[in-house]
């Protein structure tokens, strides 16, 4: 077959961890985190995870292999600065020399802080935005537990600056981590809400990523394949919360959303999401699945081969489709996936009046997931989103 | 924000070169701090040492050096690269076996050599002990030399080198000295003792037995002679010598010494000059006469006892504000290389002269000597076999003021019927000799008291108006002769005491002065010196 389309030839380039896929991995973290030469571990996780029996089983693993560690645990989901700089005097306190973070994206992200904090000895909020921090953060291994965030694979690290009521980006290659340890048998424990917006996390990743002015084609194969795997498995998942392929299947998805975005980049659907949950506190997930129809609508035209391809992996009929056509096909299955996967709330019930929105948009202008939006937003754009979302 | 979207999109791509992944940790980074810190304290160890240290490729190109070794081979550190270790090698190194050394160090051994090196630029040349080994260099094969100076060592080894032969030269010439002087001084004793023991046998006539004691006497002033060269020297030696200067007329001293030897040269068949110069009437200058005396006898004895045929001329004259006084001779001469030994003590120029001619070698040295110690010096003209000419140089320091004043006082003694006369002597032998001199000088009627200490001289003056004249010695028990004097010059002001002492030092006349005394005479006495004082105060 001759391939009707031209690749991308501008420069790009593809960072991942190393990273284990498949049941029972988890046992692996320890030796893993014996190779990165581990004398005490920061281990970061939260406290739903800590009730879980796999974690537990994580615990004696290490202790089998007679490594120290010190669990600190007070990260709430959205991780804030303060508690970032907790965790970094413990760390130091502590004379660790290696982190694993064992839970979501705000383990993760909370624990990357924590690493920024103890190699570069300032307050978290001195490193906002992109290539801000120059001594690398200490070995680190993940067992990340949603299929949703992907921190364990990306550059990204969003902490809430608890006071500013934002969140705040920290992009760095240095924000890597050397090991994610991904077993979906973790994910059975979860419940079907906190499944639902790890999905819908996973598909706005894929979606933006795939969008993304920064993409590239290494980020588009992930991303396709995401948004591929997303629709054959995320309703039956969730109807069947401890079938082991439906959540392997998930999670290679998040993973291959993760890479993706973390190359490529996000766009509005993002920066406008961190704003809301800065502000108001509210679950990451939720508020992509609000936004993400709305963001598609805003930038279709700006790509809008890139929004076909994405509907034709969707299986939605596309052949035969003007652009308009496609693009409201494409919002009518958000809107419809949404519904399906039972989020059912708009900006409204979640507590956002009309009055926040040009402080949400002030907010969002300044993410820097804005910088690869395949159309450049202003301010007033992000608000007529905002508007459209209530 | 907004107008920085491409920046941000471009950071996040990573492209830029400022962008990385985590491929080191926080400990690494530890690590290369705490190696930075040794790192930084082996520079400082490493420029601090006394010892040069140069680092080189293994061809012998100079990498780095620290700052000892850019000290020491002149080279600025920036610019090491321009040289290699051959530069400093002075040109005769055997490099062959500097190449085959270099080779085994580059193999692993370790190699320590000594060797002169040459200053970049200046050619300063040093010495250095170069040790050498091979060590491993920012990923290089190298030689790591480490050059310690030691060219002070050098200079001090070379001084003293020096020093050992001039010791050894002198502990052989003063060995040398005492086989002399065991031969010359046996040789009078011999004439004393065997013509002593002869002297007092009946069976000898008058006239052997005056020829015996004429040759005992002859013996004992050799002795004598020895005897004041070797104090002489050894006071020379020890500066403890005066210089006594009184006004001396160095013609007339000529002229006294040249009638003292003229029948010494006769008798050795050779003709004894004595030149008048223009200008020898200016030769009237403040010296020390003895010294003079001794130096010029020195040199006329040695000049007859070197010529076997011809002259010897002596004379003065003065030059360039220098009073020079000439002993030519036409004697054996002496080799260029020989002329300064023969001024060093215990020397003659040729050691089998002494069996030949006789003599300590100390002549000279003490001429010499006594020259410089008057401001003079000696200086010698000569050539082997064609004589030799002797110049001794004085300062010219001329008699202006009267020169008959006389620190002591002069007085007379009233002429009498019969003198009497106080010798004030502590020790037996010599106020026999005294009272001898008197039996043989004095023709006047005369009578003579002995007291032994000062204390006894006072007393008797006291009570004995009679006495007309004193010899007091100054060195005595209970109360010596300074004070006795002076004690004596209270009761009888003009009664003349004639002050006799071995210690003849300026210091001494000086002080026998101040007590009063009239006059100083030497031991031991002089049957002249004896002559002249009884003329001076007891004379018809």
Known sequence: ?390 | MEENWEKYKQKIMGLGDESFKKSYYPELQTKITELESVNSNLQTIFDSTSDGIVIHDKFGKILSINRKASEMLNINKEKVHDFSIADFFSKDINFTELYTIWEDVLKGKTFSIESAINQHDTQKKFFVHLAMNRAFWYGKDVIVAILSDFTQRIKYENELIIAKSKAEESDRLKTEFLRNISHEIRTPMNGIIGFANLVNRPDISEKDRGNFISIILKSGNRLMRIIDDILEISKLGAKQVDVNETDVNIFDLLTELFSIYLEKAQERGIELLLKKETGYKKCRIYTDRQKLTRIISNLLENAIRFTHEGYVEIGCGLKNNLVEIYIKDTGIGVELDKQKIIFERFSQAEKGLTRKIGGLGLGLAIARESALLLGGDIRLESEADEGSTFFVILPYKPVISDYQIEAMKQVEVAKKEKYTILVVEDEDENYFYIETLFKIKLKHPYQILHVENGLEAVEICKVNPEIDFVLMDLKMPILDGYEAAEKIKEIRPNLPIIAQSAYASKDNKAHAAIAGCNDFIAKPISLETFSKIIEKYLAE
């Not at chain 1, 690493?115 to 921090?133: A, K, P, T, Y």
């Not at chain 1, 994610?180 to 994910?187: A, E």
């Not at chain 1, 910088?371 to 007033?380: G, Y």
């Open chain 1, 1 to 390: 077959m001759i391939e009707n389309y031209d690749i991308e030839l501008e420069m790009r380039k593809f960072i991942s961890p190393e990273f284990v896929f498949g049941i029972d991995s988890r046992f692996k973290a320890a030796n893993f985190c014996k190779k990165l030469g581990a004398r005490k571990i920061f281990l970061a996780t939260d406290s739903r995870i800590l009730k879980t029996f796999w974690f537990v089983e994580i615990l004696t693993s290490l202790q089998k292999i007679g490594l120290e560690y010190t669990i600190f645990s007070a990260i709430s989901p959205n991780p804030r600065d303060f508690e970032v700089m907790a965790g970094s005097e413990i760390y130091k306190q502590e004379k660790c020399n290696l982190i694993l973070a064992v839970g979501g994206g705000s383990v993760v992200d909370c624990a990357k802080g924590v690493g920024i904090v103890v190699s570069n000895l300032q307050h978290i909020r001195n490193f906002e935005g992109v290539d801000m921090f120059t001594n690398p953060i200490p070995p680190m291994v993940c067992v990340p537990s949603t299929a949703g965030a992907s921190s364990d694979v990306s550059q990204f690290a969003i902490i809430n600056n608890f006071e500013g009521k934002y969140k705040m980006v920290l992009i760095s290659k240095a924000l890597v981590p050397d090991v994610s340890i991904l077993d979906p048998l973790v994910l059975t424990t979860k419940d079907s809400y906190l499944t639902a917006c790890n999905g819908m996390n996973a598909l706005s990743h894929a979606i933006e990523a795939y969008v993304s002015s920064a993409a590239s084609e290494f980020n588009n194969l992930h991303a396709l394949e995401a948004i591929r795997l997303i629709n054959n498995n995320f309703v039956q998942c969730l109807s069947d919360l401890n079938n082991l392929q439906f959540r392997a299947k998930m999670m290679l998805a998040s993973l291959y959303a993760g890479l993706a975005f973390s190359n490529a980049s996000l766009g509005c659907v993002h920066s406008m999401s961190h704003s809301l949950g800065g502000f108001l506190d509210l679950s990451h997930g939720e508020c992509n699945a609000i936004l993400l129809p709305h963001v598609v609508d805003f930038n279709f035209s700006s790509a809008s081969y890139k929004y076909r391809k994405i509907a034709e992996v969707l299986n939605l009929n596309t052949l035969n489709s003007n652009d308009s056509e496609v693009k409201q096909k494409l919002i009518n299955y958000l809107l419809n996936l949404k519904e399906k996967v039972n989020i059912k709330t708009s900006l409204k019930t979640k507590g956002v009046s009309s009055d926040l929105i040009p402080t949400l948009a002030s907010n969002a202008i300044n993410d820097p997931c804005n910088a690869t939006n395949p159309r450049p937003p202003k301010r007033k754009d992000l608000e007529t989103i905002f508007t459209q979302a209530m």
